[in-house]
């Protein structure tokens, strides 16, 4: 065989990263805005990694390599997003993501601004999803539900969400998750 024009300054991918499991975490907010779905709904999208423990950093290493891998068309891995929407019977579950942060921040009171939210905290549930690639059945780790950091204790782990649409007992209604493709991100 001969040499691979191109080979030496090839970035390696090995495989080698480990699935996040579904679970309760603490996440820091790495940053947060509003964007528009493709049918014109207006979504508010926290961009989260694992705080602390042993996936602490999770989706900043899976962003490193990406953009080791992809330059400046790396984005932030689609797991570590939570989206929300707000509008009409979504703004209660809006409402109360927002005092969920507040509280599990002493001392900060949300002031209309997504950028004060960078470097906060804030308790997440992710639940598995199960997706369709190459004509097999896969699975991702998700944000699914957001909690105060307290809160997280009574929380249960989110049942797995099967292609179908179904759960297995989790209820999702509420939280806007019908399109999850912005162009803009990440952050």
């Not at 602390?52 to 891998?69: C, P, V």
């Not at 179904?166 to 806007?176: A, N, R, V």
Request: include cysteine; glycine fraction near 12%.
């Amino acid at each position: 065989m001969n040499k691979i024009q191109g080979y030496d300054e090839a970035q390696a991918y090995t495989g080698e990263s480990r699935a996040l499991p579904p679970g309760k975490y603490i996440c820091e907010i790495k940053g947060a805005k509003v964007v528009k779905t493709r049918t014109g709904k207006e979504q508010f999208v926290l961009q989260l990694d694992i705080a602390e423990g042993e996936y602490k950093d999770h989706y900043s290493n899976l962003y490193a390599t990406n953009i080791a891998r992809n330059g400046t068309d790396a984005k932030w891995n689609n797991g570590g997003l939570f989206r929300q929407g707000f509008e009409g019977k979504q703004l209660p579950f809006f409402k109360g993501m927002i005092t969920c942060i507040e509280e599990s921040n002493v001392g900060y009171v949300w002031n209309w601004d997504e950028k004060t939210l960078k470097g906060k905290k804030i308790g997440v549930l992710f639940g598995r999803e199960q997706y369709m690639m190459n004509g097999q059945k896969k699975w991702a780790t998700k944000a699914r539900a957001v909690r105060s950091i307290k809160g997280l204790e009574m929380s249960e782990i989110p049942q797995d969400k099967l292609l179908d649409g179904s759960t297995s007992g989790f209820d999702t209604s509420g939280f806007d998750d019908e399109d999850e493709w912005e162009e803009d991100l990440p952050f």
